[in-house]
Nanobody, 121 residues
Framework: QVQLVESGGGSVQTVGSLRLSCAAS????????MGWYRQTPGKEREGVVA???????KWYSDSVKGRFTISQDNANTLSLQMTSLKPEDTAMYYC???????????????WGQGTQVTVSS
């Protein structure tokens, strides 16, 4: 069973930076897809990044492209470096896996408990 645990959320001011981490366990295949999505109350979840460790392929939503960077720190840990943060980036961020890409972005099969990111102006 896959388990994902996020950390690193917090509060920052506009144009600040944060680094989120995701500790994963339970993967058995190198062809898995991982990523992050975010959600605010009353809005649909938004996939912001998808990553295929087996190939190194990465996908970013237009809203975060050029500001967010996903990386694999080791076999079990992913990080999401977020820079030039904006108030509209405020959301609960979830590390997720089992991506299925579509024209509207990634859909995930499982996710962690989430970590809150708050950006103030």
């Amino acid at each position: 069973q896959v388990q994902l645990v996020e950390s690193g959320g917090g509060s920052v001011q506009t144009v600040g930076s944060l680094r989120l981490s995701c500790a994963a366990s339970g993967y058995t295949s190198s062809n898995y897809c991982m990523g992050w999505y975010r959600q605010t109350p009353g809005k649909e979840r938004e996939g912001v990044v998808a990553f295929y460790p087996g190939t190194g392929a990465k996908w970013y939503s237009d809203s975060v492209k050029g500001r967010f960077t996903i990386s694999q720190d080791n076999a079990n840990t992913l990080s999401l470096q977020m820079t030039s943060l904006k108030p509209e980036d405020t959301a609960m961020y979830y590390c997720a896996g089992g991506c299925r890409m579509s024209i509207s972005g990634p859909a995930f099969a499982y996710w962690g408990q989430g970590t809150q990111v708050t950006v103030s102006s």
